[in-house]
């Protein structure tokens, strides 16, 4: 498949898509949300591939945020149908039934940010920078970012990295939960080495069941505990009418490595 604004690598059973702006720092305009759409699209439907790792083209950025010089001019109209258009698509990874990774190299800013924390798991190099610095821009973050920050971090760390706009390190962004891990590596390709012990172990589950666990985590944010309790016995006895429920624990009880076909 070929995108104008990204590459997409797929390997085994995981593939890498590369946001590739780097003369603008990967920054996300109409045609990267076009393209971005099209490919997780089009990888929701790819049986082979269990799990996506997204990273941004060169050194300097995942993404150093929205277009600026694209958004300078538009109306209210045409911004809220930009703010919508990103959203949903940030939003079609947060539904999909794969589990998506951010490898953040350098900046992830404003919708850069939004985007990585859209993702499930967001893995971070020592040179990775952070924030949402929309308001120094006179605007607020409109991929989500006001939303999932909170739900991440707490409403007051939140607010405060909103209200200021300033930019944190790895280790920080550690400290705060906004990452699950830093590694003291100053390299892309040493960062997508360690992100790969994590995707070659998702790729070894059983592909109903993870994508049943994130269905389950992501609508329990929003639902009472008990209802959240309800949702996770259901989909717990649902998961016994799959083969992949039996090859996992007819393997175990064989002695053998299960083999999962994702139904
Ligand atoms: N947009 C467009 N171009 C960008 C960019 C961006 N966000 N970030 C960097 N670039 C471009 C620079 O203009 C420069 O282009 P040339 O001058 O070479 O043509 C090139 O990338 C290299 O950048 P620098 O020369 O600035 O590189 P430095 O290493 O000196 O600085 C930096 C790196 C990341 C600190 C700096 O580039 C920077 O501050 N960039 C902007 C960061 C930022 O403010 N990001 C947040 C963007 S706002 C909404 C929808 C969405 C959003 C909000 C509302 N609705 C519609 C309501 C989201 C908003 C955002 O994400």
Not at 178 to 188: I, K, P, R
Not at 256 to 261: E, L, P, V
Request: proline share 2%; with cysteine.
């Amino acid at each position: 498949m070929h995108f104008e604004h990204l590459i997409l690598h797929k390997e085994t059973k995981s593939a890498t898509i590369v946001l590739n702006r780097p003369k603008a720092l990967n920054a996300i305009h109409e045609g990267l949300l076009h393209d971005l759409k099209t490919v997780v699209a089009y990888l929701e439907k790819a049986s082979d591939i269990l799990v996506v790792v997204i990273r941004g083209q060169g050194e300097k950025a995942f993404a150093a945020g929205a277009d600026i010089a694209a958004m300078c001019d538009m109306n209210s109209k045409q911004a809220e149908a930009f703010s919508k258009h990103g959203g949903d698509v940030f939003t079609s990874i947060e539904h999909s039934k794969k589990p998506y990774i951010a490898a953040v190299h350098g900046f992830a800013l404003g919708g850069g940010c939004e985007l990585a924390m859209a993702c499930d798991l967001i893995y971070a190099s020592k040179t990775a920078r952070f924030g949402l610095p929309e308001v120094t821009l006179g605007v607020i973050p409109g991929f989500g970012g006001t939303q999932r920050l909170m739900r991440r971090i707490g409403i007051a760390q939140a607010k405060e990295l909103i209200y200021t706009g300033k930019t944190i390190k790895a280790d920080e962004a550690f400290s705060l939960r906004l990452v699950n891990q830093w590694f003291d590596v100053d390299t892309c390709e040493a960062l997508m080495e360690k992100v790969t012990t994590t995707t070659e172990m998702i790729c070894k589950a059983g592909p109903c069941a993870i994508a049943q666990a994130k269905q389950v985590i992501h609508q329990g944010q929003s639902v009472s505990l008990e209802q959240g309790m309800a949702l996770e016995q259901n989909r717990f006895g649902a998961l016994f009418d799959t083969h992949d429920l039996k090859e996992g624990m007819t393997a175990f009880l064989n002695k053998k490595t299960a083999q999962f076909h994702g139904k």
